[in-house]
């Protein structure tokens, strides 16, 4: 299971259950020593929009578009695998349950899959979260 920081948005970590890939929510270090009078991160605001942003571009299967978005979340301050576990990974979440409830094909779920492999593939990790 991976742990998010909910305030700064950034990836603290993994635990247990290892084979689990859902997201748990928390507070990290940094975070929580400044705590006291903690307003809402800016790293919030740019992960909520980037995971609208992303929707829209993988649906509309708009790479360029996808591309810009994640640059400007990059240059704001998340890492890459923060867009790729805090953003891209509910992203992908959120493709499935459409695709479960009808609201898109089974084609449309293979498109952006396919879509987010590509920007995976943009994504640079240099170095490890």
Not at 42 to 58: D, I, N, P, Y
Not at 63 to 85: Q, Y
């Given at each position: ?22 997201v ?95 920007l ?10």
């Amino acid at each position: 299971m991976f742990r998010w920081c909910a305030y700064c948005q950034h990836l603290i970590g993994e635990v247990p259950p290892y084979d689990d890939f859902r997201v748990s929510h928390g507070m990290c270090a940094a975070c929580f020593r400044g705590a006291e009078g903690f307003e809402i991160a800016a790293g919030v605001l740019h992960a909520k929009s980037l995971f609208e942003q992303l929707e829209r571009a993988g649906r509309g299967g708009d790479l360029e578009a996808s591309e810009t978005a994640v640059r400007e979340a990059l240059a704001a301050g998340l890492r890459p695998s923060d867009v790729l576990v805090g953003v891209l990974h509910p992203v992908l979440g959120r493709i499935g349950q459409l695709w479960a409830s009808g609201a898109i094909t089974v084609g449309d779920e293979h498109r952006f899959t396919a879509f987010a492999l590509q920007l995976i593939d943009h994504l640079r990790f240099d170095e490890r979260p």
